[in-house]
T-cell receptor, first 110, second 115 residues
Framework: QKEVEQNSGPLSVPEGAIASLNCTYS??????FFWYRQYSGKSPELIMF????GDKEDGRFTAQLNKASQYVSLLIRDSQPSDSATYLC??????????FGTGTRLQVTL | GAVVSQHPSRVICKSGTSVKIECRSL??????MFWYRQFPKQSLMLMAT?????????EQGVEKDKFLINHASLTLSTLTVASAHPEDSSFYIC???????????FGPGTRLTVL
């Protein structure tokens, strides 16, 4: 079982719609959860982090964490073509090491 | 967040050449830096944790004699790929941890191509 799992996609949504990206993790002791965006050929860029159960909103982005279900998601409202990228879920366990999922490729269509 | 630079951004070399990649934390002193590698269409894999003034901690399966890490100052860590071979061709990315958090901020990456 992979430590951090994501659907590879591509997830295709029309411009203006809500994109929902999901991630599950296996280590119940995980403390911190991150979403990074990675454009093709570029390095990851931090979008959001979340530590506590519930929702955390930042502009068009909302991260949702459910530790009981070992599930974290990212919602992108009013999706734009510029949001088209691969979204990486990352989780920290011991020693602040980040474990990444394989990423979900999002395509926002006109 | 932290501002991180890497140099060079791209390098092409012949097999057997050693390649040095620099990672700099530009706006704060980083006692810990991380080195990742990413192959095409795969996720980031942590190679090693670089600790200022001490030896790096390598992940399982990463050869420390092949990937030499030096973290001589609080703003600079270097990764040297010794005697690079075509299978070492990859995207190498460093990151810096934020103050008092688990958040990591990534450098722009170095794309290594070994012919």
């Amino acid at each position: 079982q992979k430590e951090v799992e994501q659907n590879s996609g591509p997830l295709s949504v029309p411009e203006g719609a809500i994109a929902s990206l999901n991630c599950t993790y296996s280590d119940r002791g995980s403390q911190s959860f991150f979403w990074y965006r990675q454009y093709s050929g570029k390095s990851p860029e931090l979008i959001m982090f979340i530590y506590s159960n519930g929702d955390k909103e930042d502009g068009r982005f909302t991260a949702q964490l459910n530790k009981a279900s070992q599930y974290v998601s990212l919602l992108i409202r009013d999706s734009q073509p510029s949001d088209s990228a691969t979204y990486l879920c990352a989780v920290t366990g011991t020693a602040s090491k980040l474990t990444f999922g394989t990423g979900t490729r999002l395509q926002v269509t006109l | 967040g932290a501002v991180v630079s890497q140099h060079p951004s791209r390098v092409i070399c012949k097999s057997g050449t050693s390649v040095k990649i620099e990672c700099r934390s530009l706006d704060f002193q980083a006692t810990t830096m991380f080195w990742y590698r990413q192959f095409p269409k795969q996720s980031l894999m942590l190679m090693a944790t670089s600790n200022e003034g001490s030896k790096a901690t390598y992940e399982q399966g990463v050869e420390k004699d092949k990937f030499l890490i030096n973290h001589a100052s609080l703003t600079l860590s270097t990764l040297t790929v010794a005697s690079a071979h075509p299978e070492d061709s990859s995207f190498y990315i460093c990151s810096v941890g934020g103050h008092d958090t688990d958040t990591q901020y990534f450098g722009p990456g170095t794309r290594l191509t070994v012919l």
